[in-house]
């Protein structure tokens, strides 16, 4: 008993003096709470489980709704990456390399690959005579989107409209226009789609359409490249490499940091996401200052 007194009286003596001693310096100005560093206050407060629970899954919000896939292949995937990952009901986007025949494919190898032919097809993509055979590859956008929210013919769409080298050039098979198509239902919209497209132009569109085969990630500069030119809001919501390839929140701001979207979605996502005000306010700027401008790298 004697003991348990004594620590008592200790604790209420340590209680006492802390806020003397706060009051102290705030009466003399020494700090104000605005002056206590951010990660004081996170390490000292106490979280309820939920709130940390929060914190820890903020960055890649992999939304629990069921999704389908789109990969589209239209000139540079940088930009490709903002267009789409800006638009509301698309979850998560990646960049990445398919369509061709070699596993396994770097940047290197792709950048070196020229397209065979121009013309348009709904047949698998053919092999290459390339003197480097890792060539054959595209860079595309694989997107998981919600289809309550947006159809596939809302994206084939966008497709359609923001080509960087357009859809009636022959270009290398890197930069190739090119739809790959994950079921049946988005083969037919997609061949009944160039037909469309093509009579609206009056031109002859050289598209390729061909089932959707394996996906190879770009390396990791590739990925959210808008966004990871803001390195420090990658540091401060600690998304690593595998999250700017999962991550709802990388998606959206690597869209509207190139000022993609609209500014109803962007607040609307920075409130559902949580995104801290100091970065809010910055994706903000960035967005009024790139607003209309051109995606193309």
Known sequence: MAFLRYFWCFSGLVLIASVLILTGLKHWNLYTLQDIPFEWVIQWAPLSNATAQKEIKMPSLEQEVPFKKATFGMGCFWANDALFGAQRGVLRTRVGYAGGTTPNPVYKDIESGTSESGATSTDPLPGTSDANPRGDHTEVIEIDYDPEIISYRELLKLFWDNHEYGVTTVIKRQYMSLILYHEEEQRHIAELDIIVEAGKRNEKLITEIAPAGPFYPAEDYHQKYRLQKHGWIVEELNLTPEQ??????????????????????????????????????????????????????
């Open 244 to 297: 700017l390839q999962t991550s709802t929140a990388a998606a959206k701001l690597n869209g509207y940091v190139a000022g993609v979207g609209s500014r109803e979605d962007l607040e609307r996502d920075l409130k559902m996401l949580g995104i801290p005000e100091k970065i809010a306010s910055f994706v903000r700027i960035q967005y009024s200052e790139n607003e209309g401008g051109n995606l193309y790298c």
